[in-house]
C-alpha cells in the first residue's frame, strides 16, 4: 500500500533544518525591570510624567498617569505597547474602564511612598494589570513564531490580589489552559502542531475580576519549525477508519480516515 510516501521524505528533510527554541522572560516583579522594555510611541519617561484622558468617568477628565494610591503606585499604560526582547505586547482598553491598562507597584513595606517613583526593589514588588474587556497582543519579532505562552499571577509566595483565568485567547490554533491556585492563578497558551502563529490576541471577558501577571514567558521558534511537528507526526504508524469510524487493519479498495500522530485526513486507499 502506497499514500504520498515522498511527503515522507520531504518533511524529514527539512525537519534536519529546525533552530532550537527561545523562552522571553517578561518579569514584572522588579519595578527597575521596566525600564528594561521600550515603550511606544509613548516612552518609559512620557508615561511617568504624563496625562491621560480617564474617559470612564462622566464627564471624562485628564488624570495622571502615574501616581501614588494608598501605598502603592500605579503607572497607566493605556495606548502605549512595549517591547522586550523582540517581542511586543500591546494592551488595549476599547470600552474606557476605569484607569486600565496598568503596571501596580505594590508596597511591601509598611511606608507609603511620598510621591510616584518613591519606590525601590527590596520594597516594591510590580504586576502588569488589565481589566473587563480589554485586549492584550504579543507579536513576535520578524522571523519567529510563538510557540507558547504563559502568565503566571502568583510568584514566590507572594500575596495574590488578581486571577488570570478570565482572559481567554481569541487567536485559533492552540490550546489554552489554566491552572495554580483554585486554577485562576497560571494561564498558558500553546500552539498546536504545525500552527505558525506570529501574533497571539486575548480578551478579559465582560464583567470580570481584575486580570494580572507578575511574570509572562514567550517561547518562540523559527518559521518553518512547524515542519518539523508535522515530521514527527508522519513518523508515528498510521491507523486507519472507515467512514463508520470503524478501526480497520488492511485497509483496500476505497476511502478511510487516516489519524497520523496530531492528522487526520481522509484518503483513497488502493
Same mark, same amino acid.
Given at each position: 500500500?502506497?499514500?504520498? @510516501?515522498?511527503?515522507?521524505?520531504?518533511?524529514?528533510?527539512?525537519?534536519? *533544518?529546525?533552530?532550537?527554541?527561545?523562552?522571553?522572560?517578561?518579569?514584572?516583579?522588579?519595578? @527597575?525591570?521596566? #525600564? !528594561?522594555? *521600550?515603550?511606544?510611541?509613548?516612552?518609559?519617561? #512620557?508615561?511617568?510624567? +504624563?496625562?491621560?484622558?480617564?474617559?470612564?468617568?462622566?464627564?471624562?477628565?485628564?488624570?495622571?498617569?502615574?501616581?501614588?494610591?494608598?501605598?502603592? =503606585?500605579?503607572?497607566?499604560?493605556?495606548?502605549?505597547?512595549?517591547?522586550? #526582547? +523582540?517581542?511586543?505586547?500591546?494592551? @488595549?482598553?476599547? #470600552?474606557?474602564? !476605569?484607569?486600565?491598562?496598568?503596571?501596580?507597584?505594590?508596597?511591601?513595606?509598611?511606608?507609603?511612598?511620598?510621591?510616584?517613583?518613591?519606590?525601590?526593589?527590596?520594597?516594591? &514588588?510590580?504586576?502588569?494589570?488589565?481589566?473587563? *474587556?480589554?485586549?492584550? !497582543?504579543?507579536?513576535?519579532?520578524?522571523?519567529?513564531?510563538?510557540?507558547? &505562552?504563559?502568565?503566571?499571577?502568583?510568584?514566590?509566595?507572594?500575596?495574590?490580589?488578581?486571577?488570570?483565568?478570565?482572559? &481567554?485567547?481569541?487567536?485559533?490554533?492552540?490550546?489554552?489552559?489554566?491552572?495554580?491556585?483554585?486554577?485562576?492563578?497560571?494561564?498558558?497558551?500553546?500552539?498546536?502542531?504545525?500552527?505558525?502563529?506570529? *501574533? =497571539?490576541? /486575548?480578551?478579559?471577558?465582560? +464583567?470580570?475580576?481584575?486580570?494580572?501577571? /507578575?511574570?509572562?514567558?514567550?517561547?518562540?521558534?523559527?518559521?518553518?519549525?512547524?515542519?518539523?511537528?508535522?515530521?514527527?507526526?508522519?513518523?508515528?504508524?498510521?491507523?486507519?477508519?472507515?467512514?463508520?469510524?470503524?478501526?480497520?487493519?488492511?485497509?483496500?479498495? +476505497? &476511502?478511510?480516515?487516516?489519524?497520523?500522530?496530531?492528522?487526520?485526513?481522509?484518503?483513497?486507499?488502493?
Amino acid at each position: 500500500m502506497k499514500i504520498k @510516501s515522498l511527503l515522507f521524505t520531504s518533511f524529514a528533510a527539512l525537519a534536519m *533544518t529546525v533552530s532550537a527554541e527561545k523562552t522571553v522572560v517578561f518579569d514584572f516583579t522588579k519595578p @527597575s525591570n521596566l #525600564d !528594561k522594555m *521600550t515603550f511606544v510611541p509613548l516612552t518609559l519617561s #512620557d508615561l511617568k510624567t +504624563g496625562k491621560y484622558s480617564n474617559e470612564s468617568t462622566d464627564p471624562a477628565k485628564d488624570k495622571d498617569r502615574f501616581y501614588v494610591s494608598g501605598k502603592n =503606585v500605579v503607572l497607566v499604560v493605556s495606548g502605549s505597547s512595549f517591547t522586550y #526582547d +523582540g517581542v511586543t505586547i500591546e494592551m @488595549s482598553n476599547p #470600552d474606557k474602564y !476605569k484607569d486600565y491598562p496598568r503596571f501596580f507597584i505594590g508596597n511591601t513595606a509598611s511606608a507609603a511612598p511620598s510621591a510616584p517613583g518613591d519606590y525601590n526593589d527590596d520594597n516594591f &514588588i510590580a504586576d502588569m494589570r488589565w481589566y473587563q *474587556t480589554e485586549e492584550i !497582543k504579543f507579536t513576535a519579532p520578524s522571523g519567529m513564531s510563538i510557540k507558547k &505562552i504563559v502568565m503566571n499571577a502568583e510568584v514566590d509566595g507572594t500575596p495574590v490580589r488578581c486571577v488570570l483565568n478570565n482572559t &481567554i485567547v481569541e487567536t485559533e490554533g492552540g490550546t489554552q489552559t489554566f491552572g495554580g491556585t483554585n486554577n485562576e492563578k497560571l494561564n498558558t497558551w500553546t500552539a498546536n502542531p504545525g500552527t505558525e502563529a506570529t *501574533t =497571539v490576541v /486575548y480578551k478579559a471577558e465582560k +464583567g470580570c475580576a481584575t486580570q494580572a501577571a /507578575y511574570i509572562v514567558e514567550v517561547t518562540l521558534a523559527e518559521l518553518g519549525s512547524g515542519v518539523a511537528e508535522i515530521a514527527e507526526d508522519l513518523n508515528v504508524p498510521a491507523v486507519y477508519y472507515n467512514l463508520q469510524g470503524i478501526q480497520v487493519s488492511n485497509p483496500e479498495n +476505497g &476511502i478511510f480516515i487516516r489519524r497520523q500522530g496530531n492528522k487526520e485526513e481522509k484518503v483513497y486507499v488502493k
